[in-house]
């Protein structure tokens, strides 16, 4: 291995990928860890004995009291699946709640860090995590100057985190939406579906601020921007279907249907040509979940 035992997990992965390779349908590893999942129980019980017997022609063994078999749902990395849905882990969520306040530079990365795991289950994590994301700025170390606005930041996302809503799995036989918006301060982004009973299920959260210069963008230039932020995304779920997307800038229609005038807009309309979506105009009011993303003010 280059580099010796540093690289060994990646070997590892790359050791588990290939032997897994014919079975990536229905089972994933990462690096010892292995879920293998199915939607009929015949199916699993084959499923299982494909994986199983690979393992063994490849030399490894498995320890029976680390196993869980015929789950309906389960705890993995950090996640828990199962039903068509996920959500983070409660342990995880546990010992969130319990942090105490970082003192220091160092502390306030720790904790973006653990917190920024779980930012897809939260709408607005941009807002909530302004605050704290700004007194990482600068080379200086040591202790941090703690106030009002990082301690509503701080029990804000414990408090977010753990009211977090439980994400679906996508069903790739229905159509997918992205409800997008764009605020003076940042864009989001919202993958949702229908269900059978017409009610929306969100797949994935994403946000961004704007940095200095995206905030003296145009109107129409943040909420371009918006469409191909969530696209890029959530790309790896959309090749293969067309996409509707749901906006309450009524000019964005025109970007599909006229050559857009601005160069930066041109080549946000070319590289959108790689999707097949179609843009629909919905009243901020009626597109609340976007639209809480993108109000991302900062005092």
């Not at 994986?51 to 309906?72: D, I, M, P, W």
């Not at 301060?185 to 946000?207: H, M, W």
């Amino acid at each position: 291995m280059p580099f010796g035992l540093s690289g060994a997990s990646g070997t590892f992965q790359k050791i588990m990928n290939n032997v897994l390779r014919s079975h990536s349908s229905y089972a994933q590893a990462y690096i010892d860890d292995i879920i293998v999942y199915s939607k009929t129980w015949d199916e699993h019980l084959i499923h299982l004995r494909n994986v199983l017997q690979e393992l063994e022609n490849a030399g490894f063994s498995v320890k029976l009291r680390k196993c869980t078999f015929a789950a309906k749902e389960l705890q993995f990395l950090g996640h828990k699946i199962g039903g068509g849905k996920h959500a983070p882990d409660e342990e995880k969520i546990a010992a969130i709640k319990r942090l105490e306040r970082p003192k220091t530079k160092k502390d306030v990365r720790s904790v973006l860090g653990l917190m920024g795991f779980y930012r897809s289950y939260i709408p607005n994590y941009a807002e909530f995590a302004t605050p704290l994301t700004e007194l990482t700025k600068g080379k200086k170390s040591g202790d941090v100057k703690w106030g009002k606005r990082e301690e509503e930041s701080f029990c804000g996302l414990k408090k977010a985190l753990c009211e977090a809503t439980a994400l679906n799995a996508p069903d790739f036989g229905k159509p997918f939406e992205i409800h997008a918006d764009a605020s003076d301060y940042a864009v989001g982004c919202c993958l949702t579906q229908k269900d059978e009973k017409g009610n929306y299920r969100p797949i994935a959260f994403v946000s961004k601020k704007f940095n200095k210069t995206q905030r003296n963008w145009a109107t129409i230039e943040k909420e371009a921007y918006a469409i191909l932020f969530g696209f890029k995304k959530f790309d790896k779920w959309l090749h293969g279907t067309t996409v509707e997307i749901v906006t309450d800038h009524n000019p964005l229609k025109y970007l599909i249907e006229k050559t857009p005038k601005s160069p930066k807009l041109t080549r946000w309309a070319l590289a959108l040509q790689r999707w097949s979506y179609l843009i629909t105009q919905r009243p901020g009011i009626l597109n609340q979940d976007a639209d809480a993303l993108s109000r991302l003010q900062t005092k």
